[in-house]
């Protein structure tokens, strides 16, 4: 029989008080079950605890604050720092840490002249130790992994997951099992979780199949479920929404934009916003919004085809392959964040990717093709006046640039859409294009080159 993960209430008064609530008919336990499902309904679980409603706002942000300056692992991490609104371990000890959040929140200069929006920024979550968000949910759960006395972790994933499960797993001593799609995901994905000792299986299936396969395997080993259905990995995800509301010094932005694949990231910086209002951290809501690929909408068509109520599930197609998902498993929490936060939820197409991705790469930060949907996004609702120029709107940028070299590398040598029906049409991307140019090794050739983009490209400036 697996070891459960309990409130540590049950075995340590005193200390947290979290409780697992059904989303759906919001039944409320001390334990979960390995599918982290509701025994009742079957719908998913998420964490409450109510000695959160009842801080002091002025108080925790001076905390917070304070926090900055000090050196114990548990403050020097960007997620821990926000410990009062997250599940509290048995001991500060326990936790499993990699120095995970302080990500920076940028401005976009270019993109603002591109869009006409002058606040706009982007919260970039790539610089996290592994290089995409799932890091500030992962030392969460594996905190509680590890305390719960598992000895394996285990994920689905469309890579970015994996890295971040195996590189927890490794530095809590725990064993990890990865399920990737085979050939779905990226090499420098795939590189970290065998970098980081990961039971790495490449099965041939998609990552909807490799969710599948993961559900029934909990069921029958002892091992403990890191996808983002495990409610303490959208707790520390959480922490993204702290984090930037106190980079904006408490004032909300009008819109927050994020991807959308599994749906558990929006999932997460919906309940962190409804918390924080709850609470008077913020006196209003941002509205919230999911943008997905064309090829893997299935949030899009869920919203449009059944106003939520159920879920179209599809057969997703896209080269943004973190958020190749069709059948995502927190499409209900999505919906309700959605809802709640009067948030839209668009879809753009492969060109609208790859050319917002040449766009934030040229802003000096870059990031990987499914992060660069949020800037392609924001373009559609403006069209649509859903967003007014004049509002702050932060994207969050979920991954590194370097996640995806392949893509980067295909889209300036001009291949990424060759022998694809988009071939043609694709050529009206040539000028965000900056392929390499091969020369001889003589100073003439350098300098004729460089006289050439010079005046192929004369209103580039250094403002
Ligand atoms: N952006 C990136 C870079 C991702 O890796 C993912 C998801 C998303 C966006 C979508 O986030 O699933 O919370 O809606 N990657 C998962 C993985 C599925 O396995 O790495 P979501």
Same mark, same amino acid.
């Given at each position: 029989?697996?070891?459960?993960?309990?409130?540590?209430?049950?075995?340590?008064?005193?200390?947290?008080?979290?409780?697992?609530?059904?989303?759906?008919? /919001?039944?409320?336990?001390?334990? #979960?079950?390995?599918?982290?499902?509701?025994?009742?309904?079957?719908?998913?679980?998420?964490?409450?605890?109510?000695?959160?409603?009842?801080?002091?706002?002025?108080?925790?942000?001076?905390?917070?604050?304070?926090?900055?300056?000090?050196?114990?692992?548990?403050?020097?991490? /960007?997620?821990?720092?926000?410990?009062?609104?997250?599940?509290?371990?048995?001991?500060?000890?326990?936790?499993?840490?990699?120095?995970?959040?302080?990500?920076?929140?940028?401005?976009?200069?270019?993109?603002?002249?591109?869009?006409? !929006?002058?606040?706009?920024?982007?919260?970039?979550?790539?610089?996290?130790?592994?290089?995409?968000?799932?890091?500030?949910?992962?030392?969460?759960?594996?905190?509680?992994?590890?305390?719960?006395?598992?000895?394996?972790?285990?994920?689905?994933?469309?890579?970015?997951?994996?890295?971040?499960?195996?590189?927890?797993?490794?530095?809590?001593?725990?064993?990890?099992? !990865?399920?990737?799609?085979?050939?779905?995901?990226?090499?420098?994905?795939?590189?970290?979780?065998?970098?980081?000792?990961?039971?790495?299986?490449?099965?041939?299936?998609?990552?909807?199949?490799?969710?599948?396969?993961?559900?029934?395997?909990?069921?029958?080993?002892?091992?403990?479920?890191?996808?983002?259905?495990?409610?303490?990995?959208?707790?520390?995800?959480?922490?993204?929404?702290?984090?930037?509301?106190?980079?904006?010094?408490?004032?909300?932005?009008?819109?927050?934009?994020?991807?959308?694949?599994?749906?558990?990231?929006?999932?997460?910086?919906?309940?962190?916003?409804?918390?924080?209002?709850?609470?008077?951290?913020?006196?209003?809501?941002?509205?919230?919004?999911?943008?997905?690929?064309?090829?893997?909408?299935?949030?899009?068509?869920?919203?449009?085809?059944?106003?939520?109520?159920?879920?179209?599930?599809?057969?997703?197609?896209?080269? #943004?392959? $973190?958020?190749?998902?069709?059948?995502?498993?927190?499409?209900?929490?999505?919906?309700?964040?959605?809802?709640?936060?009067?948030?839209?939820?668009?879809?753009?197409?492969?060109?609208?990717?790859?050319? $917002?991705?040449?766009?934030?790469?040229?802003?000096?930060? /870059?990031?990987?093709?499914?992060?660069?949907?949020?800037?392609?996004?924001?373009?559609?609702?403006?069209?649509?006046?859903?967003?007014?120029?004049?509002?702050? !709107?932060?994207?969050?940028?979920?991954?590194?640039?370097?996640?995806?070299?392949?893509?980067?590398?295909?889209?300036?040598?001009?291949?990424?859409?060759?022998?694809?029906?988009?071939?043609?049409?694709?050529?009206?991307?040539?000028?965000?294009?900056?392929?390499?140019? !091969?020369?001889?090794?003589?100073?003439?050739?350098?300098?004729?080159?460089?006289?050439?983009?010079?005046?192929?490209?004369?209103?580039?400036?250094?403002?």
């Amino acid at each position: 029989m697996p070891p459960s993960v309990t409130s540590a209430k049950d075995s340590a008064p005193g200390q947290a008080t979290f409780r697992f609530r059904c989303i759906g008919c /919001g039944s409320v336990n001390a334990t #979960a079950a390995q599918d982290f499902r509701c025994s009742d309904c079957g719908n998913l679980l998420e964490i409450t605890d109510s000695s959160w409603n009842s801080r002091n706002p002025t108080a925790l942000k001076t905390l917070w604050r304070e926090r900055r300056i000090l050196n114990e692992a548990i403050d020097l991490s /960007g997620v821990w720092r926000f410990r009062e609104f997250l599940p509290a371990p048995q001991s500060e000890q326990e936790i499993v840490t990699l120095r995970e959040g302080n990500t920076p929140l940028y401005d976009l200069p270019q993109s603002s002249r591109v869009t006409g !929006v002058p606040r706009l920024y982007a919260k970039h979550q790539g610089l996290n130790p592994t290089g995409s968000f799932k890091d500030a949910g992962m030392t969460v759960a594996a905190t509680f992994a590890r305390q719960a006395g598992y000895r394996w972790v285990a994920c689905a994933s469309t890579g970015n997951t994996s890295a971040s499960m195996a590189a927890y797993a490794a530095r809590g001593g725990m064993r990890s099992l !990865v399920l990737v799609p085979e050939g779905k995901i990226s090499w420098s994905k795939l590189s970290q979780a065998l970098d980081y000792g990961a039971l790495t299986c490449q099965l041939r299936t998609d990552f909807d199949g490799c969710l599948r396969l993961l559900q029934e395997l909990v069921r029958q080993a002892p091992v403990y479920q890191l996808n983002s259905i495990n409610p303490f990995r959208l707790e520390g995800q959480k922490t993204l929404a702290f984090e930037l509301l106190e980079q904006l010094d408490w004032e909300p932005p009008d819109h927050i934009i994020v991807p959308g694949g599994n749906l558990g990231n929006s999932s997460a910086i919906g309940k962190a916003l409804l918390e924080m209002r709850d609470v008077g951290l913020i006196p209003r809501l941002p509205k919230l919004s999911v943008i997905q690929a064309e090829g893997a909408n299935a949030l899009v068509r869920t919203v449009r085809e059944t106003q939520g109520k159920r879920l179209v599930s599809m057969q997703p197609e896209t080269r #943004a392959t $973190a958020i190749r998902i069709g059948n995502p498993a927190s499409w209900e929490k999505a919906v309700k964040v959605l809802q709640a936060t009067g948030g839209a939820c668009e879809q753009v197409s492969e060109l609208e990717i790859a050319q $917002a991705k040449a766009e934030i790469g040229a802003e000096g930060i /870059g990031c990987e093709p499914a992060s660069a949907v949020t800037l392609a996004g924001l373009k559609k609702l403006l069209q649509q006046g859903f967003v007014k120029p004049q509002e702050t !709107v932060v994207l969050v940028l979920t991954g590194s640039l370097l996640k995806d070299p392949d893509y980067t590398m295909e889209f300036h040598r001009g291949d990424l859409f060759k022998g694809t029906p988009l071939e043609q049409e694709s050529a009206k991307l040539n000028s965000f294009r900056h392929p390499p140019v !091969v020369l001889d090794a003589t100073l003439d050739a350098v300098i004729k080159t460089l006289e050439l983009a010079e005046k192929s490209d004369p209103a580039r400036s250094n403002e």
